[in-house]
């Protein structure tokens, strides 16, 4: 099977976005023609084996991560998902793990209506790029907009993938259905469009939660030029790291992709009325201030914590 066969069968089939590109995959580039008045938001993310996913990873969760990861920085910037192009290396044509790959793809892609429209394919060790393509039609949410007041949110529990990483690696056992979830997790994120699209009108700023809680809310505080207090309490998490007090799994470690996002006080009803019609549920967790970053134990704010330990994820670190 040659390379252009092997795009034909496994990588022509997402195709349903809300809009359509112009030329997509046949030609040596693809066109597309954004409407009048809107902008496009581009991101970039790549997965390596056993950099960004452990070696037994299934061909599925690859894909699944590999989209997920580039919608949820759609998500993250208030845009909608329109067109994304696939640089694909592999070490041998395996048609088993090619149409496993290609499905779950497929599926991602048509969930989220956003239509593959090119990208390169060679022979080389496992690594997946996805380049993403949004449109926003109103204004963009940057991580620079919060300001002094402004009431900080995250979108969802935060920790399931770490923990879920950390028992793929051997270093905790968890109950084997909480297992099972953690690994979802880690494997499967969900790109928040739905929330973002209810709360993009309101929020200042908005982040999504990849590399950790705290290295993640810092962008938006060092962009923003403010700092935050946060309430540990108020921090959605699973039980088992409260019992166990690993907060480090919620608040150090990346791969959660839920948003995290400021919101100015006077908006905050609407905002609260808007998510129960729709039926999402965010949660407080803290607020904007003038500089630093303080951790309490809860609202009362008696009781500062430390925040020690790593600063999330990092490449180069
Ligand atoms: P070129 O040699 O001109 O760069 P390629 O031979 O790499 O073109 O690709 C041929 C066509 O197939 C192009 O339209 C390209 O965008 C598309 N394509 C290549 N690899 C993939 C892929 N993994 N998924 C989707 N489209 C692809
Ligand atoms: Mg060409």
Redesign the pocket.
Known sequence: MN??SL?DQY??NCNHTRYPATH???????IVTPEFGSSLVMTMDTLIEDVHFPIQTSAKDIAHKALAVNLSDLAAMGAEPAWF????SLPEVNHTWLQAFSDALKQQADLYQIQ??????CKGALSITIQATGVVQNRPVLRSGAEVGDQIFVTGQLGLAALGLASIQNKLELESSFDKQCRVSLNCPIPQFKVSRVIRQFATSMIDLSDGLLSDLQHILQQSQCGAELFLDQIPMPKYIVEHKVYDYALNSGDDYELCFTVPQPLIEEMKLLLKVHEIKVFHIGEVMEKGLSLYSDKTRKMKLDIHASKGYNHFG
């Open positions: 390379e252009f795009i990588f022509s997509s995959i046949g030609d040596d580039a693809a192009l696939l640089s694909i593959l429209i090119g990208g390169d394919t």
